[in-house]
Nanobody, 122 residues
Framework: QVQLVESRGGVVQAGGSLRLSCAAS????????MGWYRQAPGKQRDLVAD???????KYADSVKGRFTISRDNAKNTVVLEMNSLKSEDTAVYYC????????????????WGKGTLVTVSS
């Protein structure tokens, strides 16, 4: 009964910036960590950035210093600010939220957004 709504991606020139957001809604009991993953054609889905319930962040080496992840607990929202974009950042970006929901209240489980495409032109 939960939904993860991701903002639209788009086409951005190399060196540009883009902001992605993801809002969780529904019968949410509690939210733990949240993050963003991405998957390019022919590649696995890899971690981009993650933020714990306490605000501790983790970044893939390839995006350190360029991307920033943040969260708004009141809105159950996670945001990824992407700067200095490179062509290799082109991928479908997926929101990931670990939650306890009303239908599964005993454990935190991962939930995924549908994905949003970010294309960086060079």
């Amino acid at each position: 009964q939960v939904q993860l709504v991701e903002s639209r991606g788009g086409v951005v020139q190399a060196g540009g910036s883009l902001r992605l957001s993801c809002a969780a809604s529904g019968s949410i009991l509690s939210v733990n960590g949240m993050g963003w993953y991405r998957q390019a054609p022919g590649k696995q889905r890899d971690l981009v950035a993650d933020i714990s319930s306490g605000g501790t962040t983790k970044y893939a080496d390839s995006v350190k210093g360029r991307f920033t992840i943040s969260r708004d607990n009141a809105k159950n929202t996670v945001v990824l600010e992407m700067n200095s974009l490179k062509s290799e950042d082109t991928a479908v970006y997926y929101c990931n939220v670990r939650m306890r929901i009303r239908d599964s209240p005993w454990n935190f489980q991962p939930y995924w957004g549908k994905g949003t495409l970010v294309t960086v032109s060079s």
